[in-house]
């Protein structure tokens, strides 16, 4: 039924389809992931969030665990190194970091190229060559990575923290009051004035609360004191900034010489003075915190306002940076109008796709009805007025002999007239002048109302099946675009990204179905009104018939 759907999706765009490009031809599948550079500054090595669901994304058409994914430069030759997070075909959400070499706001056609079906490809994905070479330490709390650091320091982390797996970027940690404890390392330690970075996603349960996000030898502290945070340097607090309950929220914190300056959302909001410390032991995450956190990141280098304003923007759940595009093979290479009746069909769930099937049924069967009752009620209109043209000039015992030589083989009228000479020639005895009583008239009447009641029920045969499309096609479209909306919600909630290019695709596929319902039904509708008017006035023209030819059959024959 999909590929049904899809050939008359190709049809109907009437793009013209193109071949895979140069990188490796042993791969089925490639998209193109548009860059969206608008507003951003030149930013090198910078790691961004590719999102994968089954409204992007063909899950059947790759490896089961991801491993024929393969990210490829603009150029498309050169590879560029990627990280996969999570991949879940079963469910068909999917969370990878890709390091860009750069973004840059001058670059108007910033893309890569998502390659993937190859059923013989080993898995290149690589975490420690994903972050940029300032970038020491990187949780993800990944359900198979917990503790585990992904950069390429390698940093192994212990606490008591749980798994939330609907949460912001795949999986989150969660934390209850107990601290999360990165060991002491040289490549995290920070020594008097050195530059460093500290930033995480985080989403506390409840507010307000007095708890520690990092705290490093009670030397360098980051905060939650109530509802706003305070960074604490060597004795020296700069405080600023409003944390919400129950929210995601992007902070951070910048160490660059003597001064400091915290982040929420990538805005800077509050900066000071703080004196020289050094800080080498263990790194406490989460002491005193009751809630979620997510992507813990730490970095050798302050980060700039813009890296921090991108990575708060570009990792949340309304990012706007990437877009993936339909494939080659849906979709034009050079920049053409995408086919978006293939998109949305690629992107039908299993119940739409259904209740389609069912529509796409009732369909032909209305438009076999409509056509079948229009050459019918044509035809009978036709034969009707040229037996009526002889019946009205015929006179006397000619009224008796319209049958000789007749051809009106789809005449409601002459089978009517055949059933009532049927009937006034059992009463004719050879010889004798045909003389019919009242009581042999009404009984001619009754057959020829007989046979009429038959022949109204011949027009309208099949005109049940109009009005089941019509009244059963806009529910069982509305059906398939409940279903359809409960599935894609279903799945945003289990994959925990809720921002408008996951939810948009799924969405607009699901009405989809109340779109082939509607198209089901408005041309029932249509067919229905102008085939009952038509069969309405062949009936009456019938029982005008009936009177005139009983009427001057009594007075012709009547005694």
């Known amino acids: 039924m999909k590929k049904f759907l899809m050939l008359l999706s190709l049809i109907a765009a009437l793009n013209p389809l193109t071949g895979l490009a140069e990188w490796n031809a042993d791969w089925g599948s490639q998209k193109k992931i548009k860059v969206e550079t608008t507003g951003v500054s030149a930013i090198n090595d910078y790691a961004v969030i590719v999102r994968l669901h089954s409204a992007n994304f063909d899950f059947l058409g790759a490896n089961m665990d991801g491993s024929d994914l393969r990210f490829i430069a603009a150029d498309d030759k ?98 209850t009051a107990k601290p999360f404890v990165i060991p002491a390392n040289p490549a995290v330690k920070r020594l008097a004035g050195a530059a460093y970075t500290w930033s995480a996603w985080v989403k506390p349960q409840s507010l307000p609360q007095q708890a520690g996000l990092y705290n490093q030898a009670d030397a360098v502290v980051l905060k939650i004191d109530d509802l706003k945070l305070t960074l604490s340097v060597g004795g020296t607090n700069v405080s600023g900034g409003e944390i919400k309950p129950a929210t995601w929220q992007h902070v951070a914190f910048t160490l660059d010489g003597d001064k400091a300056s915290i982040y929420i959302n990538g805005i800077s909001v509050a900066a000071g003075d703080v004196p020289p410390v050094d800080a080498e032991s263990d790194i406490k995450i989460g002491d005193g915190y009751v809630g979620e956190m997510d992507e813990v990141e730490i970095a050798n280098v302050a980060r700039s ?33 995408p086919n978006y009746i293939g998109i949305l069909i690629s992107s039908l769930t299993l119940d739409a796709e259904i209740v389609i099937g069912i529509l796409a049924v009732m369909f032909i069967i209305s438009i076999w009805v409509m056509w079948a009752k229009a050459m019918v009620v044509i035809k009978t209109d036709k034969d009707n007025k040229k037996f009526l043209t002889k019946f009205q000039k015929a006179s006397g015992d000619d009224l008796l002999a319209l049958d000789k030589g007749a051809r009106y083989p789809n005449s409601s009228l002459y089978k009517l007239y055949q059933a ?140």
């Open 78 to 175: 050169t590879e560029l190194k990627y990280h996969i997070e999570k991949y879940d075909a079963t469910n068909e959400l999917a969370v990878i970091w890709v390091k860009l070499p750069k973004i840059d706001q001058a670059d108007k056609d910033a893309h890569f190229w998502l390659y993937s079906g190859n059923e013989n490809a080993t898995a290149t994905s690589d975490a420690k060559l994903t972050w940029d070479a300032n970038t020491v330490a990187v949780f993800n709390f990944a359900e198979k990575t917990l503790f585990q650091d992904s950069s390429a320091t390698g940093l192994m982390a212990s606490g008591e923290i749980t798994l939330q797996k609907a949460a912001l970027l795949g999986e989150a940690a969660v934390f």
């Open 305 to 337: 306002a813009d890296w921090l304003k991108l990575s708060a923007s570009s990792q949340g759940m309304d990012s706007q940076l990437l877009k993936i595009e339909a494939s080659v093979a849906e979709g034009d290479e050079e920049g053409e109008h």
């Open 420 to 559: 009532g000479l049927r009937e006034i020639k059992k009463r004719q005895v050879e010889g004798e002048t045909l003389a019919l009583s009242g009581a042999s008239m009404d009984a001619i009447k009754a057959a020829i109302d007989a046979d009429l009641v038959r022949e109204t029920q011949r027009l309208n045969s099949g005109m049940v099946l109009l009005t089941i499309a019509i009244s059963g096609g806009p529910f069982l479209g509305l059906l398939g675009t409940v279903v359809g909306v409960m599935i894609t919600f279903a799945a945003i909630a289990a994959a925990g990204d809720v921002n408008v290019n996951a939810i948009a695709p799924g969405i607009a596929a699901a009405l989809l179905a109340t779109v082939a319902g509607l198209a089901v039904a408005i041309p029932a509708l249509f067919g229905y009104n102008y085939l009952a008017s038509r069969i309405k006035n062949i009936t009456i023209a019938m029982q005008i018939f009936v009177d005139e030819f009983v009427t001057r059959s009594a007075e012709l024959y009547g005694k």
